[in-house]
């Protein structure tokens, strides 16, 4: 059965300080990995999407990180602020039409 | 630009009422459409996917159905709703290509009593 496991399931931080969210799966055929943030009770929006290919990418503050052989994803955010207060979540894709989600991360920076 | 609506943003309806949901997408043509249900504490579970006019896929059983009238039109009903059917429902839209990249709209909040 495909599965994407994120971990931890809530982190909390000071603001300015960085951290990491990690995301395993078991998904195959694989064919991207996408991290999406979602602010409470909004649509999920995404950050990155990679490739078997690619092992990383970056959107501004925020860096993924992919190990196809481990089958491991990581999402770094460096020098938080406290609009990256969200859900993030880890999401892995056959190729098709159909979607693998991970239950996501919930992310709280505090002043 | 490309937005995707969704309308009502919050609904409370009673047990046994019917349900109907909308998702609208603008700029873009033959997008393949999508409903989700999110409950709490859960990842996205996907109810619903349409590659075209009057083609509906369901991907799990249950009391809620999809229809898409128009080319960038998705409804969500239900004849009766069931307290189980609470939930965050999100619409989403993509094109083939762009590793099938999926954009979610707003959402509707709906919480059957």
């Known amino acids: 059965k495909n599965q994407v496991e994120q971990s931890p399931q809530s982190l909390i931080i000071l603001e300015g300080k960085n951290c990491t969210l990690q995301c395993n799966y078991t998904v195959s055929p694989f064919s991207n990995l996408r991290w999406y943030k979602q602010d409470t009770g909004r649509g999920p929006v995404s950050l990155t999407i990679m490739t078997f290919s690619e092992n990383t990418k970056s959107n501004g503050r925020y860096t993924a990180t992919l190990d196809a052989d481990t089958k491991q994803s990581s999402l770094h955010i460096t020098a938080s602020q406290l609009s990256d207060s969200a859900s993030y979540i880890c999401?892995?894709?056959?190729?098709?039409?159909?979607?693998?989600f991970g239950t996501g991360t919930r992310l709280t920076i505090i002043p | 630009s490309q937005t995707i609506h969704q309308w009502p943003a919050t609904l409370v309806q009673p047990v046994g009422s019917p349900l109907s949901l909308e998702c609208t997408v603008e700029g873009t043509s033959n997008p393949n459409l999508y409903w989700y249900r999110q409950a709490a504490g859960r990842g996205l579970q996907l109810l619903f996917y349409?590659?075209?006019?009057?083609?509906i896929s369901s991907e799990v059983p249950q009391n809620l159905s999809a229809s898409r009238p128009q080319d960038r039109q998705f409804i969500l009903s239900s004849k009766k709703l069931l307290l189980s059917d609470s939930g965050f429902y999100l619409c989403a839209w993509s094109v083939l290509g762009s590793y099938n990249e999926q954009f979610f709209g707003p959402g509707t909040r709906l919480t059957v009593l």
């Open positions: 349409s590659v075209g006019i009057g083609q």
């Open positions: 999401v892995v894709s056959e190729g098709n039409e159909k979607l693998t």
